[in-house]
Structure formats: C-alpha cells, structure tokens
C-alpha cells in the first residue's frame, strides 16, 4: 500500500520560513506528478503546487514568489519551501501523489501536516 508521511510543520511567526517534506514509499515515485494542498477550517482543500514527473511545476497564485516545491527522485520525497509565510498560509497541509493510467488517474494522500503562522 502506497504510504506519504509529511513532516516539518509547525509553528512560525509572520515572515519566517518552514520546509514540508512528504516521503513516498510502495510506488514508483518518479513516474508519479506530486503536489501540496492545504486546507484551513471551514475551507475546501485547494492546490498549493504541484511538480509532475518531468519536474515543471505550477502553483496557486496565492503562493507564487514565496513557496517553492521541489522533489528529490533519488529519495523518494517531494518538498515545500515557504519563505515569507502570512497567517493566512494557516491550514493542514497535504501530500498528494498522482499517476495518469490511460484516460484514468489514481491519487493518494498523506495524514497532514499543520502549520500556523502567528501575527
């Protein structure tokens, strides 16, 4: 069974900076387009960023200039750098990985992992 664990969230203030890592295990990970989402309370779950398997990567408009995703095939993780962080950056963060098979595709998820920024 495929497995992500994410890792390296927490606590920052306003400005400051965290790195999420989410370590796949059971798939073939570079064949597989990998993503963040994050979800706030009361709110849907919505892309952060995504890098697919030849490494071009989009991200939500919201985050462009400040968080970077990055992926390291050789290790089987992918990665989130937030720089500049905003309070309302806030929100659980999720691994995605994603494989395209046929006109089909299937998905998994991590557990999450929470960040909040303070004011």
């Known amino acids: 069974q495929v497995q992500l664990v994410e890792s390296g969230g927490g606590l920052v203030q306003a400005g400051g900076s965290l790195r999420l890592s989410c370590a796949a295990s059971r798939i073939r990970f570079s064949i597989y387009a990998m993503a963040w989402y994050r979800q706030a309370p009361g709110k849907q779950r919505d892309l952060v960023a995504r890098i697919t398997s030849g490494g071009s990567t989009n991200y939500a408009d919201s985050v462009k200039g400040r968080f970077t995703i990055s992926r390291d095939n050789a290790k089987n993780t992918v990665y989130l750098q937030m720089n500049s962080l905003k309070p309302e950056d806030t929100a659980v963060y999720y691994c995605?990985?994603?494989?395209?098979?046929?006109?089909?595709?299937?998905?998994?998820w991590g557990q999450g992992t929470q960040v909040t920024v303070s004011s």
């Open positions: 995605n990985a994603r494989v395209f098979i046929g006109s089909g595709s299937s998905d998994y």
